[in-house]
């Protein structure tokens, strides 16, 4: 198993732009989220995904947006990139039963700079 | 509302010495709670868990955390820290509802002197 993958590694972007992180998992898992962690601020949930179809807000949502089309991806959207999402992304998933007190593996993450 | 706290944002300590990093968290149930760690430029390893029963549980490479419910703490400790333990070190408690979310705490940085 690959686990979480997450694409691109290192992404530079000028105001304005938009783009897609990519996550995929191939270990089955329900539930999937996405974090950012900036210096001090510790891990915080962008978005978060109980199963295919369904999607809900985390604690910082507002410039981003995620589907869950299939089971196993879970891609988030920059809709028009500002500096303040400059930061490195998570992307982590957890197996179905239990969903809080399972473990969420995470992905290598992205970091992401936009000037 | 639920929240983690980890008082120490940096801490150093000499190879071979112990160590402890504190977490406090808030929450109105019994909570999960766990322990990653972050190496440089890498994600998130889980050192350890706890769920319920054994207060203090253990986890891999050396580690272990005793869940205090008096005193809504989850402390990690290692009784020899190695070179090689220079991370970040995150705790978190697991979300209520079965929803799959952790909330973290900000982290503390760990330096080991050689």
């Known amino acids: 198993n690959a686990g979480v993958t997450q694409t691109p590694k290192f992404q530079v972007l000028k105001t304005g732009q938009s783009m897609t992180l990519q996550c995929a998992q191939d270990?089955?898992?329900?539930?999937m989220s996405w974090y950012r962690q900036d210096p001090g601020m510790g891990l915080r949930l962008i978005h978060y995904?109980?199963?295919?179809?369904?999607?809900d807000q985390g604690e910082v949502p507002n410039g981003y947006n995620v589907s869950r089309s299939t089971t196993e991806d879970f891609p988030l959207r920059l809709l028009s990139a500002a500096p303040s999402q400059t930061s490195v992304y998570f992307c982590a998933s957890n197996p179905t039963a239990g969903g809080s007190y399972n473990e969420q593996f995470f992905g290598p993450g992205t970091r992401l700079t936009v000037l | 509302a639920q929240s983690v706290t980890q008082p120490d944002i940096h801490i150093t300590v000499s190879e071979g010495a112990s160590l402890e990093l504190r977490c406090n968290y808030s929450?109105?149930?019994?909570?999960?709670l766990f322990w990653y760690v972050q190496s440089p430029g890498q994600g998130l390893q889980l050192l350890l868990k706890y769920f319920s029963g054994d207060t203090l549980v253990q986890g891999i490479k050396g580690f272990e955390a005793e869940f205090k419910r008096s005193q809504s703490s989850f402390n990690l400790r290692k009784p020899s820290v190695h070179w090689s333990d220079a991370a970040e070190y995150f705790c978190a408690v697991g979300a209520r509802g079965n929803t799959g979310k952790l909330i973290f705490g900000q982290g503390t940085t760990l330096q080991v002197k050689p």
């Open positions: 929450y109105g149930a019994t909570p999960y």
């Open positions: 270990m089955n898992h329900e539930y």
């Open positions: 995904s109980v199963g295919a179809g369904i999607t």
